[in-house]
């Protein structure tokens, strides 16, 4: 009876061993498990921050992209007006100076015309008297 019991015994301790030893093998398993599933989660998790990162500096980009184009179309069209408004000015400038060109033409014409005169009636006057 010992030695079955002995046996017995023998037979249960390595049993017990073995569900120990499957239990830990169970274990294991479902550790590396939620280490995976937490890696992946991680991953996913990462990679969707880089994409929400990725898709706001895309935005402010855009942004600063469009803001920089309406800063330069205000300025082109600024440019535009003021270049249209000294255009204007001088355009009326020299006409202001043809004008007074042609009024002071006129009158050293007029001037002239009067010298002349002046200088032929003289020139009858002395050639009448002679």
Do not use: P, W
């Not at 017990?16 to 030893?21: E, I, K, R, V």
């Not at 600024?78 to 408004?85: G, N, P, T």
């Amino acid at each position: 009876m010992n030695c079955d019991h002995q046996r017995e015994v023998t037979e249960l301790k390595r049993s017990h061993q073995m569900q120990l030893l499957d239990a830990l093998e169970e274990a294991r398993l479902k550790h590396e498990q939620i280490e995976t599933g937490i890696r992946e989660s991680c991953t996913q998790d990462r990679e969707s921050i880089i994409e929400k990162e990725r898709t706001a500096i895309r935005e402010r980009f855009e942004r600063q992209l469009q803001e920089e184009q309406r800063a330069q179309a205000d300025q082109r069209q600024k440019l535009s007006e003021e270049f249209a408004a000294e255009r204007e000015r001088l355009q009326t400038e020299l006409r202001q100076k043809e004008s007074d060109y042609q009024a002071k033409r006129q009158e050293a014409q007029r001037e002239q015309d009067i010298e002349l005169e002046q200088a032929k009636f003289e020139m009858q006057e002395r050639m009448a008297t002679q």
